[in-house]
């Protein structure tokens, strides 16, 4: 069965704390996976396209990695603005997106 | 250019009514996706349209779910009648046709609250 699993399920950071949130998966032929940002109230925002192992993207603080396993979402120098719940998702053979449980990050000034 | 949008917000009601969600796509979507967040829990996919068919619909619960896309622009989701179970976030998603894998672009969700 195709799973997402992320962690951790919460971090707390101090502004200016670089981390990593782990989205690592299972999965039989991955298309693409896909991190979201979610604020409370709100949908998820999209933040990056991963396609294959090897490939990253960058976005203001965050960068995004893929290997084969497992992608990672660094996060350099949080302000307390990027507190937020972060997201992964796959897409396997479908287009319907598979989930994980989110990762609830707080930047503390 | 308007995102996704949900209609109603938020909808409380009471066990065995009847809710129905709408969706409105991004303009130019023709790819339109049901998904929902019980509890503590992941957000699951429910289905899929493409225009106005059905392309999966492999997530819905059960029978008491009827999803809808006439002429291919918006979506309504209709439970009837609903269970306490059926609480949760619903969000719709939006993505264009053509490439694949796609980003898909998420509305801010209706909360239904069974009650």
């Known amino acids: 069965e195709d799973q997402v699993t992320q962690s951790p399920e919460a971090l707390r950071l101090q502004e200016g704390e670089s981390s990593s949130l782990n989205c690592s998966y299972t999965v039989s032929g991955l298309r693409g996976l896909f991190w979201y940002r979610q604020d409370p109230g709100k949908g998820p925002e999209f933040l990056f396209t991963l396609y294959s192992a090897g490939e990253e993207k960058e976005k203001e603080r965050l960068k995004a990695t893929l290997t084969k396993k497992e992608s990672f979402l660094h996060i350099t120098a949080p302000k307390p603005e990027d507190s937020a719940t972060y997201l992964c998702a796959v897409q396997v053979h479908t287009d319907k997106l598979i989930f994980g449980t989110g990762t609830r990050l707080q930047v503390f000034p | 250019e308007a995102g996704v949008t949900q209609f109603p917000s938020h909808s409380v009601i009471e066990k065995g009514q009847t809710v129905t969600l709408r969706c409105d796509p991004i303009s130019g979507h023709d790819n339109l996706y049901w998904y929902r967040r019980v509890m503590g829990k992941e957000i699951k996919f429910l289905l899929h349209f493409v225009k106005e068919s059905k392309q999966d619909e492999s ?6 779910f009827l999803a809808e896309r006439t002429g291919g622009t918006y979506s309504t989701l209709k439970v009837q009648p609903a269970e306490l179970e059926d609480s949760g976030v619903y969000f719709c998603a939006s993505s ?6 796609d980003t898909q672009y998420f509305g801010p969700g209706t909360r239904l609250t069974v009650l």
């Open chain 2, 59 to 64: 997530g819905m619960p059960n029978n008491r």
């Open chain 2, 96 to 101: 264009p046709l053509g490439r694949s894998p």
